[in-house]
């Protein structure tokens, strides 16, 4: 049976909507076990007691690591966080993986400094799976937990994103691209010139690079960057989606009778534009190149993100993606 | 009496658009001259005749530069084409701004290495104004006009987006922040991490870094930037929005009758959102540092954008612009 480390405390809707999360997807995974890790009281008042069984349990833990909280600080001092005891239950092998909703920060610090890389790997990159317009969504990575990268960095995070978009989400050949600033070979700067000619002699399905605009087009199945550009763009994607939707909302609202009923009528239009933009299915942000499965999902995430990002991390341990890329990078 | 230097040949909608903009634009400027360079035959037929006066002159050219063309190599090798032929006008003293639609990274060439740089700039930097939810915009430096970056090149990017800001735009005291990966002081690479510094103790008005998902919200009135950074910002914030736009429209196209209702009666709302976020008013991204002002506006723009164009340059020639720039940098 493999087991499941769930930081229970993380997040703007802890522990409810985790707890709920948890309930709904514990009977769909009989082969799983998941311990939730949090302050004991709040917990065993939110779980009826016939549900604590063999595949769920509760570990009691005295302190919450803050978003505001300086993240290896925290990790240090804060002992007996939630999020620190499930990672150092991952690490003594009590646990095969690791769940937040908590400072992105702390986590990856929890990952890097308690459970620690897998041998070879020489940075974990973060990598989230963002939405597409035709549906089918694409891995990015990293997102943000290196400033500063090397190029090699860059081809192991490609390697390891091949690997997670081909078994995880089941592309046979991912198609891998380059975050650069123009489509030919010789663009950017030294770094991505030298990343863009080893992605070419790798035995990866390299389409070459991809700018910005083109992120959301679907044309590639992993996008590989270095960790400062990564995050930026991720972050600009976020804000100006939601920038977009809040005055759409505010123009139907503010706007008459005429452009309210009209809004009411296309609710349903709306809602499904919402949906496809919607990235509760993709599960959450995968810290790969740790020796165990360390996923985060947004702060504000409620129980249905919470539920898919579980049965994500199920995913990654059932198909053993960890044993997967030891065996690559101990070459 | 001040002269534009106009490439009537870039973009998808030359020359008709750019000479129907310049037509509208002329009697609103009667202390500027504006030369069209291009196809003299069909700019002589889109052009009444009684309008060829002291304030508008065409100049005959043979070739132009398309989008595809290598920039380098095409201002080298087209010493014919009207975007060439309009940057040597400026150079010889003949014209005092250069305008033009067409190849982006041939008109950055055109500007650095046909009119030059501001002595005592170290690099050019190109600096759009972006649109915020509050309708105020904000300029972003650089955006792609270079691949790597020194801090020394942010600092006088900032210095000179601030004078721009100032005297263009009528902000008393422009907002200058810093694009990074995180909001606190020591966050992001050794290159952001300085540039803080410097900003810190220089004499603007330095309100830290912002970060890619706050962009948009209005914070700052200047982004500085390193060029690699702010491109994939910029493009990300480009891409996001474009799909979004088509996704609503196409969501409310194929949802039936009721959805195609609704955005019949939404259609004032929906489009007072469009204008929120058009950036047609803003004008051109303007290449900051060159010895005259050098202004690039979107290929596909049409009539409105230009119109606009025109008078930011033209006002950036009243402001005097490059003389202050001139003065502040030879110090």
Redesign the interface.
């Known amino acids: 049976m493999r087991t499941i480390a769930i930081d229970a405390m993380g997040g703007e809707h802890a522990p409810e909507a985790i707890v709920k999360a948890v309930l709904q997807v514990k009977p769909e995974l009989p082969q799983t076990r998941m311990v939730l890790f949090g302050d004991q009281n709040k917990l065993t008042e939110l779980i009826p007691a016939d549900q604590l069984d063999d595949r769920l349990a509760i570990v009691g833990t005295s302190e919450v690591i803050l978003d505001e909280d300086e993240p290896v600080k925290a990790i240090r001092k804060k002992k007996d966080a939630s999020m620190v005891v499930a990672a150092n239950y991952v690490k003594a092998g009590k646990a095969d993986a690791l769940f937040s909703l908590g400072n992105t920060g702390a986590l990856l610090a929890s990952g890097i400094f308690i459970i620690g890389r897998i041998k070879g790997v020489s940075r974990p990159g973060l990598m989230p799976t963002l939405p597409t317009?035709d549906g089918t969504g694409f891995n990015m990575i990293d997102v943000?937990a290196n400033?500063?990268s090397k190029p090699e960095f860059l081809v192991q995070w490609a390697e390891m994103a091949n690997y997670y978009a081909n078994s995880i989400r089941g592309i046979a050949k991912p198609r891998i691209a380059l975050?650069n600033?123009g489509a030919e070979s010789d663009?950017?700067?030294?770094l991505?010139q030298e990343v863009y000619q080893l992605l070419q002699e790798s035995s990866l399905n390299f389409i070459g690079n991809i700018?910005?605009?083109?992120?959301?087009?679907g044309k590639a199945d992993v996008v590989v960057?270095d960790?400062?550009?990564g995050?930026?763009?991720?972050?600009?994607?976020?804000?100006?989606?939601?920038?977009?939707?809040?005055?759409?909302k505010n123009?139907?609202l503010?706007?008459g009778i005429?452009?309210k009923?009209?809004?009411?009528?296309?609710?349903?239009?709306?809602s499904?534009?919402k949906k496809?933009?919607d990235t509760a299915r993709y599960g959450g942000a995968v810290l790969l190149g740790i020796a165990a499965p360390v996923v985060k999902t947004h702060g504000r995430s409620t129980e249905r993100p919470i539920y898919y990002t579980i049965k994500q991390v199920d995913k990654m341990l059932e198909e053993d993606l960890i044993e997967k890329f030891r065996s690559e990078f101990s070459k």
Chains 1, 2 share one sequence.
């Open positions: 317009a943000g400033a500063t975050l600033n663009k950017g700067d030294p991505h700018e910005g605009n083109e992120l959301l087009e960057s960790g400062f550009t995050n930026a763009a991720l972050k600009s994607i976020e804000g100006a989606s939601g920038v977009i939707l809040q005055l759409l123009s139907l503010n706007n005429k452009a009923l009209g809004a009411l009528l296309a609710k349903d239009a709306l499904s534009l496809q933009f």
